[in-house]
């Protein structure tokens, strides 16, 4: 193995943080996080895939949509559902 890179849990973290100076990795990184800025334009099928990419991570990743329209909020609530 020369490099180890990607996105991970906590667990995949650990690893690199052990693995690291033997093989080249890209880098640590803690949780993900993303805050989503939507307005009346925003398409709630896309915000939660963008959302649970982030979220699939790590069970503390912290994906935040921020929006006055009540119709997106409530779309991207039930496609995350």
């Known amino acids: 193995v020369d490099k180890i890179f990607g ?3 906590r667990y995949v973290e650990a690893a ?3 693995l690291f100076g033997v093989v080249g990795i890209d880098l640590l990184a803690g949780p993900s996080e993303v805050v989503i800025l939507g307005d009346e334009n925003g398409n709630a099928t896309f915000i939660a895939a963008d959302m649970i990419a982030q979220a699939e991570h790590d069970p503390d990743a912290i994906p935040i949509l921020v929006t006055p329209v009540e ?3 409530l779309g991207v609530r039930a496609e995350v559902e």
């Open 7 to 9: 996105p991970g849990n």
């Open 16 to 18: 690199k943080r052990e």
């Open 71 to 73: 119709e997106l909020a």
